[in-house]
């Protein structure tokens, strides 16, 4: 009250640091409420659908590589609209293939330790492949007997910014690698057909040496004779060799 328009908090609740003001009694601004978001979030994430918001029913639903829960019917969907449309979606999911089917209840637990993972304070994985693919197990099972004992790749549950990225890395990297593998195997198969065309293709005839064509040329032009002489008729042969013979006597008759 020095005349400048301040008040001195007098009351304890707005004084800042002590056991009884607002922000000790609601964790605001405090680590603690930063533990609740972070708990809370993860609950959403592993009890609702990602991609409509909807609450999960019990059954098959899907996880994407960042560890986020889709129903798998509308993620389905999803993908066949963008591939139809050709437009695009600011999500990790280039195929189904990207996806891990899980068993979804709202009791899912670790299948090492029994814990819950549902109420969203224990940090979890979905293995994403092997015979446990689809199945859940903590962090801290993990950390404490090793990545060895999961027969298949870990998908952390709502993983953060910079875990993201460093997933997103990896998956660019290994599409790239299935992409260049797939168009190798596609010229190797073009080769291999355009080999076999190649090869399906009727000689070329060479052409015959000059004696060889002089010669069945006399021998075509032989046959050609024989074959008009059996359309002659004995008639037309006689008369033929009695005017040959009146030729060669001058016409004298005897």
Not at 151 to 172: R, T
Request: a positive charge.
């Amino acid at each position: 009250m020095g005349g400048d328009g301040g008040v001195i908090a007098v009351n304890r609740k707005y004084m800042r640091g002590t056991s009884t003001s607002l922000e000790a009694k609601t964790g605001r601004g405090s680590a603690s409420h930063k533990v609740k978001s972070t708990v809370e979030e993860r609950k959403e994430c592993m009890t609702t659908c990602k991609l409509t918001g909807v609450q999960l029913k019990e059954g098959e639903v899907k996880c994407d590589p960042l560890g986020r829960f889709y129903d798998s019917s509308a993620v389905v969907e999803e993908l066949l609209r963008l591939r139809q449309t050709g437009e695009t979606r600011d999500w990790p999911i280039a195929s189904l293939s990207d996806l891990t089917t899980v068993s979804w209840s709202p009791t899912m637990s670790c299948y090492l330790t029994g814990s819950s993972v549902m109420t969203g304070s224990i940090p979890c994985y979905v293995v994403g492949s092997g015979p446990q693919s689809g199945s859940c197990i903590t962090v801290q099972a993990v950390k404490e007997m090793g990545e060895e004992i999961v027969e298949g790749k870990l998908i952390k549950v709502m993983a953060d910014e910079e875990e993201s990225k460093v997933i997103m890395d990896k998956l660019e990297e290994e599409r790239r690698v299935k992409r260049e593998k797939k168009e190798k195997k596609k010229k190797k198969k073009r080769e291999k057909d355009g080999g076999a065309e190649e090869e399906r293709k009727p000689k070329k005839i060479k052409a015959a040496p000059a004696q060889a064509q002089a010669a069945k040329k006399d021998a075509t032009k032989g046959m050609s004779a024989n074959v008009a002489s059996m359309f002659h008729s004995s008639e037309d042969s006689k008369k033929q060799n009695a005017n040959e013979l009146f030729a060669q006597t001058g016409g004298r008759r005897f």
